[in-house]
């Protein structure tokens, strides 16, 4: 017999409050199921088990919080096929603790942030031009569904540049930068009624721009229901905050602990461009670093940010 611990839930959370279960005694679990939901001072999350068998005990009732590492679920080998039950609706009074909790956990993790890690901003402006005209040569041939957005390809160079760079890339724990050999990209997501998350894309490098993009969607869309996968909020390894939408030209942001830099990204504006002599006009969008001076300084920061450039003017590659 063995136990489903309540695992890690992200930086500097060290309890959950279990807000639904998703299994019930005799159902049947594999490796990677959702088994509860679990609500932190940050978010709602599902947890998941990495464990086979049936499950012959829960351990805990809803509404009790539960520090990291405690005992949930008994699970024993079984051959029963999994029940999945109906979700459970949040309250309007309760979405706003959660929203007001939310506030307080935020205010609190970047007031740490700012004490402990040792910042430095970058900012520079990002040529857009090469990338949305073959942005909009490739969408002229899709759906309107199925259409790319300049959002997309942002992320992408991003998270190309920082496994470039993998100074940017990583986590800064027990005293020493530990670089990721993945790149999780967090996006930072407002949600409806107050605060911001920033679960991750993972291995965002590595995905083609329609993937990152479905799934972008997907996270932003789960983000703002309250169901994020633990996973998502455990492990970004780099953050990317884009307030462009709502009209913001640079954005200096302050780093998730335990990564080591945040990128901010501003709305795209038309503005007077000097080139070979000539003045024109071009889009572009500012693009802020906020680093930790511990691990990286203004020679790799500028380079960074200075790849995600270069890579823009080659869309086709990214």
């Known amino acids: 017999m063995g136990e489903f611990k309540l695992p890690s839930l992200g930086a500097d959370l060290e309890h959950g409050k279990l807000v639904e279960w998703l299994i019930e005694p005799g159902d049947h679990v594999s490796p990677g199921d959702s088994v509860a939901v679990v609500e932190t001072d940050m978010t709602t999350l599902d947890v998941e088990t990495q464990q086979e068998g049936e499950v012959t005990e829960l351990l805990v009732d809803i509404g009790t919080t539960v520090p990291v590492g405690a005992p949930m679920v008994r ?13 459970v609706s949040v309250p309007p009074s309760e979405t706003q603790d959660r929203a007001s909790s939310l506030r307080r956990a935020t205010g609190s993790l970047m007031s740490r942030s700012k004490k402990a890690i040792p910042h430095y901003y970058l900012s520079t402006t990002l040529d857009l031009r090469a990338a949305l ?82 799934r972008l969607r997907d996270l932003v869309s789960r983000a703002r229901a309250g169901r ?11 953050t990317v905050m884009n307030l462009g939408d709502l009209g913001v030209e640079s954005v200096f942001g302050v780093i998730y602990p335990p990564q080591v830099a945040m990128v901010g990204l501003g709305r795209m504006m038309e503005q007077p461009w000097a080139h070979d002599g000539l003045l024109g006009v071009r889009p572009a969008v500012a693009a802020t670093l906020s680093a930790d001076h511990r691990v990286s300084d203004g020679l790799r920061g500028g380079r960074f940010l200075g790849r995600i450039g270069e890579l823009l003017q080659k869309p086709e590659e990214l």
């Not at 699970?75 to 979700?87: D, L, M």
């Open 75 to 87: 699970i024993t080998e079984a051959e029963e096929e999994a029940v999945q039950p109906e979700s």
């Open 228 to 238: 994020l996968q633990r996973t998502e909020m455990a492990d970004p390894t780099i």
């Open 133 to 214: 005209e073959w942005m909009q040569l490739v969408n002229r041939q899709r759906p309107v569904a199925s259409r790319l957005v300049p959002s997309a390809l942002l992320l992408k160079a991003t998270a190309l540049a920082a496994r470039e760079v993998p100074e940017v890339n990583g986590f800064f724990t027990d005293g020493m930068f530990r670089p990721s050999s993945s790149v999780h990209l967090g996006v930072a997501v407002a949600l409806r009624h107050g605060g911001q998350v920033a679960p991750a894309i993972h291995d965002a490098d590595t995905l083609a721009l329609d993937v990152l993009m479905q």
